[in-house]
């Protein structure tokens, strides 16, 4: 072999291991940067995850807040139709007593009332009041009761109150009281009165 096919191969022989080398350094790098790569793609992707959760979780809570709100808006609006109706129907009951105070049964219904106190009061003073609107009934509860009646100042609608000084006793017999009381108490519960 002479000295130039010598150096031809020495240099053929140099030139295939620094491609090599060059070929493997390029791998290298190459490995290197694929690995920065899915390092990068791994690290947006949880970014990216952690973006869409704290959306949903940001959605959530606002749906929350406007169901919440929904469900408050339509508490008050049920509360104010419930209001409207509690107050029409207690007008309506109103309408039916004063209907029934013309009718023949109601001065019974005050004897019996009348009656009753004097039984209570097992002889004791009292005073026997009648409201203004029966004014006119006075003289006839007196005749069949027995009783002096006095009127009262105050409109109570209809009924009989009675009041024993000695015992510092009240009978309420009085419509006003009883129709007031069932006002408070009255709820509605799924359609139906409870009270």
Sequence with gaps: MTVEEKISHLQAAAMEEARAEGNAIMKQHEDALLGVFEQHRAELLRQSETRVKAERVGAQQQLNMAMSKAQLELKRELSKTQKELKKKLFEEVREVVEEYMKTEEYPRLLISYIEKAARFA????????????????KEYLEEHTGMALTVSKEDFIGGVRAVIQEK????????KGAIENEYRKFLFKGGVQVG
Excluded: R, V
């Design 168 to 175: 510092n006793i009240l009978i309420d017999h009085a419509f």
């Design 122 to 137: 097992g002889g004791a003073a009292m005073t026997i009041y009648i409201n203004p609107t029966d004014a006119d009934k």
